[in-house]
């Protein structure tokens, strides 16, 4: 399935590294979320790429938006990632796959060691109204969203 601009964002129910459960329809009517996917935790660019986020964390809040990282990493793995970063957003896990695969961002290889079912870093913007305002899936993990567009996005929505 392919999610782009225009389409209702699937709603879904994750548990964050807290292990208390989140779902994108919280969000309704009230923020805009930045559904960030990303590969693995620990790896150099997911690492700088989610700490780029944090280090312009006040961009989103002032743009009322709801920032969240996604991979299929376990909750206690995405725990420790975000505790030694100081991530001050929620990662959500997405162990069994399905939230990435809704999305169109689940990878069914992952090189260099041909690991099967990995989520591809890839960034949507959902609106108050449920709406995709932005979707951006990356083939290559080496690269990162369009953070100039999703910040231009963002403020178009605030």
Known sequence: MT????DKAPDFTLYNSDK??????DFAGKKNVLLLF???????????ELCAVRDDIGKYDNAKTQVFGISV???????????????????????????SELYGSLYES???MDMKGVSKR???????QGIVQYAEVLESAGDVP?????????????
């Not at 208390?20 to 329809?25: F, P, Y």
């Open 3 to 6: 999610i782009k601009q225009g």
């Open 122 to 128: 890839s960034a949507f913007i959902i609106d108050k």
């Open 20 to 25: 208390q459960q989140q779902s994108l329809s």
């Open 110 to 112: 992952f090189s260099p």
């Open 146 to 158: 369009d953070f100039a567009a999703i910040d231009q996005k963002l403020e178009e929505l605030a």
């Open 38 to 48: 990303f590969p693995q935790a620990f790896t150099g660019v997911c690492t700088k």
């Open 73 to 99: 990493d376990s909750v206690f793995t995405l725990a420790k990632f975000k505790e030694e970063q100081q991530y001050n957003y929620p990662l959500l896990s997405d162990f069994n796959k399905e939230v």
